[in-house]
Structure formats: structure tokens, C-alpha cells
């Protein structure tokens, strides 16, 4: 019998689970993950686009198994039932992929404690009820990989986003604090932190006007923003065997942003 393009792949089988998966960088993760042979679970908190998502990578990819799930990331009690739903239908998480986010740029004097706590909630909280679920689950499967997205401003900072740095950076330094305590259960646990990269939540922010598309790709020593497939690529290596004495890493992928102390 012939072997299908997608089982060939690295990731072949693997139940991998994505937070944020309706859009953006989330869908361009399922789709490589897809194309290596996954089984795949999509969270997020757009059942319309969940739906719509799901339809696309059941036509590119037909042999691919997916299911998804309603939930807020920054609802424990939802994200438990994401798990249970994920664990009922596919009986284990070998890879969870943190991603869902949202952006919160205002200036820190008009920043609400409404504005700060969604921010939170969502972008660190949710993270972490994730990881909590999923390493219950790897730890009775025997271990698995989770990828958190944080962000380069989770490891520099800009004007204007302090909840959201303060977030990412919370990533950080919990993807850090979960991979020593896990190592032993045959978890790894990494960041990955995206520099500006193409999605609907960066082409909103250049629409209005929050950020300018042409300065930073002058600033950015690869002059230019970044793909949702630079940071699937990232995605696939640090889950795939390749990586695997990579724990408590943050990986960049920024086309050079953070390193350039330049301009
Ligand atoms: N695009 C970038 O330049 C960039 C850079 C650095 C980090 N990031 C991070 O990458 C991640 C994905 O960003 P993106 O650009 O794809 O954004 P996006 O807005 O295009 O997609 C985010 C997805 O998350 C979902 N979501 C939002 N709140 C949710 C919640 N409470 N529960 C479940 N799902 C929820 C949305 O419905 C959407 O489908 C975020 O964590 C973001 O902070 C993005």
C-alpha cells in the first residue's frame, strides 16, 4: 500500500492539539503539522472559523483526522472540557501548541484594570491552564512536547504594550519553570516568540495605524515582516525528534529584530 504524503511525515500520528487555531499563525501550524501526518484537535473561541478551518484542511488534506472545540483559553473550566473532549476522542495529547493571543496596545496611563486582566487572562492565564491539562495528560501517556507562543516582546520591550509584554514575558519564564519540573516526565516545554509576522491581528494593528509595515521592514535586519509558515517551521522542528534535548529554550523568529541593537 501506498504511504500517504502526510504519514511520511515527522509528526506522523501525533495527536496535536492548537489553541488559537481558527486563523493566523495557529492555522499555518495545523497545516504543517497536517502535511507531516498529524491528527489534529482546534481550539479556539471562533466556532465560525473553527468550522471554516477544519473544512480547508479536510480538503488539502484528507487523510488527516481533525475534531474541534469551542473554548476560552482564559476559562479553566472550558479549557478542562477542551481536554476531555480532545482525550475522549483521541485518548491522548502528544503535542500542544499555546497559541492562542490577542494583542492589547494602549498607552500604560490610559490602560484600564479591565484592559491589563484581559490581557492576562487570555495571553498568560489561558497559557497556563492549557500546560496544566496537557501535562496531565503527557504525564499519563508516557510524555510530549508543548509549545508555547510568546512573543519577542516577550523577551525586549516596546512603549504602549505594557500588559502585553508583561504577558509574554510571563510566558517566558513559565515555559522555563515547566520544562525543568517536567523534564522528568518526558515533557518539553519551549516558547516560541514571533517577531511582526503577517496575520489578521498585525494587518488590523497596521490598519489603524498602530504600526507602520514599511518601518519595520527597514528595521528588521531581513527587511521584512515575517510568514505564518517562518513560524510553522520553527513549530514542526522544535516538536519533531530533531529537538529533542531542546527544553526551556525560547526560540526567535524575528528575521533578526531582537538581535539588531542598531537602528
Ligand atoms: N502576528 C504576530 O506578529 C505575532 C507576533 C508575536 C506573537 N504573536 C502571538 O501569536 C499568537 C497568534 O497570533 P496571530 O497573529 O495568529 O493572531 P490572530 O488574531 O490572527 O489569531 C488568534 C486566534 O486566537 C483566537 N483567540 C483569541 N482569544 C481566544 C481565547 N480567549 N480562547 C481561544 N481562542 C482565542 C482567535 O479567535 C484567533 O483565531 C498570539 O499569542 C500572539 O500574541 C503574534
Known amino acids: 500500500m501506498a504511504i500517504s504524503r502526510e504519514a511520511a511525515g515527522r509528526h506522523a500520528g501525533r495527536v496535536v492539539m492548537c489553541t488559537g487555531a481558527a486563523q493566523g499563525l495557529g492555522r499555518a501550524m495545523l497545516d504543517a503539522f497536517a502535511a507531516e501526518g498529524a491528527r489534529l484537535a482546534l481550539i479556539d473561541i471562533d466556532a465560525d472559523g473553527l468550522a471554516t478551518a477544519q473544512a480547508q484542511l479536510q480538503r488539502v488534506y484528507p487523510a488527516v483526522e481533525t475534531i474541534c472545540v469551542t473554548a476560552s483559553v482564559a476559562d479553566d473550566g472550558q479549557v478542562a472540557q477542551a481536554f476531555e473532549a480532545v482525550l475522549a476522542h483521541f485518548g491522548r495529547v502528544d503535542v500542544l501548541l499555546n497559541n492562542a493571543g490577542i494583542s492589547m496596545n494602549r498607552p500604560s496611563l490610559e490602560l484600564t484594570p479591565a484592559d491589563w486582566r484581559r490581557a492576562i487572562d487570555i495571553d498568560l492565564s489561558g497559557v497556563f491552564y492549557c500546560c496544566q491539562q ?3 495528560a503527557m504525564q499519563a501517556s508516557g510524555g510530549g512536547v508543548i509549545l508555547n507562543t510568546a512573543s519577542m516582546y516577550g523577551v525586549v520591550a516596546a512603549p ?3 500588559a ?3 504577558a509574554k514575558a510571563g510566558v517566558v519564564a513559565l515555559s522555563k519553570s515547566l520544562a525543568v519540573e517536567w523534564a522528568e ?3 518539553r ?3 516560541i516568540c514571533p517577531g511582526y509576522i ?3 491581528l ?3 494593528l497596521i490598519e ?3 504600526l507602520d509595515a514599511a518601518r519595520i521592514s527597514a528595521r528588521t535586519p531581513m527587511g521584512r515582516l515575517g510568514t505564518p509558515q517562518d513560524v510553522a517551521g520553527v513549530a514542526c522542528f522544535l516538536a519533531s525528534d530533531a529537538a529533542a534535548f531542546v527544553t526551556g529554550h525560547a526560540m526567535l523568529a524575528d528575521g533578526g529584530w531582537t538581535a539588531n541593537g542598531y537602528m
Do not use: H, P
Request: charge should be positive; include cysteine.
Open 189 to 191: 516545554v519551549n516558547a
Open 160 to 162: 504602549e504594550r505594557a
Open 202 to 204: 498585525v494587518d488590523s
Open 185 to 187: 516526565l518526558g515533557i
Open 134 to 136: 496537557a501535562g496531565r
Open 164 to 166: 502585553y509584554c508583561a
Open 198 to 200: 503577517r496575520t489578521a
Open 208 to 210: 489603524r495605524g498602530a
